[in-house]
């Protein structure tokens, strides 16, 4: 199965647009691992080349990306991202717990990393120029994404960390890795 992490990262923000909706956002860097050719990043003229690799994708896998970076993506894209199968690994998270748990979270307990920066921060940089921070960021969230994914399927749980504690939190990935979505979408004519 073709599996594709994503995350983006905006060139402007919420406060900006006088909008809560992600899809009146701009993207500025959209960047994955696709499980057949590896990381790649695509800023926002670059998208067109992004199109062939989601139209032959069976899986997309973000973290928040339900709420937030498909319907960002969704706005760029000439077809129409929900037909592909998605996994949302911040709701699935939230099915178990209740609530939202923030990435950064996740990444300490089940990983023992940390996220590179925050969106405030790879916005700054954005402003300022310096795109290779921002993509070095963004690369970096999607690594980390990758290898929540990869662990949640291994070991049918995740930790996070909170409160100087970690917890576990387990999660039935059985369905992850089956049918339900369409490899191609057929909206491109790849």
């Known amino acids: 199965m073709r ?8 060139s402007n923000w919420m406060s900006d647009t006088g ?12 960047c994955i691992h696709d ?19 989601l139209e032959n994708t069976d899986l997309l896998v973000g973290y928040n990306s339900d709420h937030f970076d498909i319907p960002l993506l969704n ?20 099915t178990v717990v ?3 748990l923030r990435l950064d979270a996740i990444a300490e307990g089940t990983l023992g990393k940390k996220k590179s920066g925050d969106g405030a ?9 310096e795109t290779d921070k921002v993509r070095e960021y963004c ?3 999607v ?27 387990k999660i039935d990935t059985s369905k992850w890795l089956s049918g339900g979505g369409s490899a191609l979408t057929y909206t491109l004519g790849f």
């Open 143 to 169: 690594e980390i994404t990758k290898e929540i994914f990869e662990y949640a399927l291994a070991n049918g749980h995740v930790k996070y960390r909170e409160l100087g504690k970690t917890r576990e939190i």
């Open 35 to 53: 499980s057949e050719t590896g990381y790649h990043s695509f800023l926002e003229p670059e998208l067109p080349q992004l199109w062939k690799v």
């Open 75 to 94: 706005k760029y894209y000439p077809g129409n991202l929900k037909r592909i199968k998605s996994l949302d690994l911040m709701k699935e998270i939230q």
């Open 19 to 30: 909008s809560s909706d992600p899809a009146d956002l701009s993207i500025a860097i959209v």
């Open 121 to 129: 921060q790879s916005l700054k940089w954005w402003r300022d120029g």
């Open 139 to 141: 690369l970096k969230d």
């Open 98 to 100: 209740g609530r939202r």
């Open 3 to 10: 599996t594709v992490v994503f995350d983006i990262e905006t």
